[in-house]
């Protein structure tokens, strides 16, 4: 099993919408998540952390299930801008280094 | 303030050369982590140093590629000798100390392509 896998997508999906991308890790021991946006030929930007209790900037919420090991991330009223490519990432078992998913492509259209 | 600088931005070789990138993170970070990325294996941890002590080199592919960081200010990546299997984008980011441990600050990528 992968250590952390997400859907690839892409999910396509008009403006206004909102949209939920899924995330699964591998080692129970993991104590950090994050969200990371990539977008087209650039490098990964840190998007938000994900808190045990849920967590929310603007239009983003972020939840995790420590006990399904599984995270996620939902989107709200969507923008032509979201369109990117959304990393989960996961620290390593020592927690000193980050391990990405593959990450999901969102397009957004108008 | 600047941000990783990473060089080359491209580069184009032929197999069986010797390819090196040069990283410099920002100023005052200190852990740096190289990273590559591939369309079919995504985002993959090669190596990462702390206070230039390399940590952790279990993602280095075998041992045409290595890795060194003389100063907290320059690391560079090699490989010797390459093979197009290696084409790939090349990440380098840092990190503060005491920091978020999430945030990783990335350079823009060094893309590499072996003929």
């Known amino acids: 099993r992968k250590e952390v896998e997400q859907d690839p997508g892409p999910f396509n999906v008009p403006e206004g919408a909102t949209v939920a991308f899924n995330c699964t890790y591998s080692?129970?021991?993991?104590?950090?998540f994050f969200w990371y946006r990539q977008d087209c030929r650039k490098e990964p930007k840190l998007l938000m952390s994900v808190y045990s209790s849920g967590n929310e900037d603007g239009r983003f919420t972020a939840q995790l299930n420590r006990a399904s090991q599984y995270i996620s991330l939902l989107i709200r009223d969507s923008k032509l801008s979201d369109s990117a490519t959304y990393l989960c990432v996961v620290n390593n078992q020592a927690g000193t280094a980050l391990i990405f998913g593959k990450g999901t492509t969102l397009s957004v259209s108008s | 303030d600047a941000g990783v600088i990473q060089s080359p931005r491209h580069e184009v070789t032929e197999m069986g050369q010797e390819v090196t990138l040069r990283c410099k993170p920002i100023s005052g970070h200190n852990s740096l982590f190289w990273y590559r990325q591939t369309m079919m294996r995504g985002l993959e941890l090669l190596i990462y140093?702390?206070?230039?002590?390399?940590?952790?080199d279990s993602g280095m592919p075998e041992d045409r590629f290595s890795a060194k960081m003389p100063n907290a200010s320059f690391s560079t990546l090699k490989i010797q000798p390459s093979e197009p299997r290696d084409s790939a984008v090349y990440f380098c980011?840092?990190?503060?100390?005491?920091?978020?441990?999430?945030?990783?600050?990335f350079g823009e990528g060094s893309r590499l392509t072996v003929l």
């Open positions: 080692n129970s021991a993991s104590q950090s």
């Open positions: 980011a840092s990190r503060g100390q005491g920091a978020n441990t999430g945030e990783l600050f």
């Open positions: 140093f702390n206070n230039n002590v390399p940590i952790d």
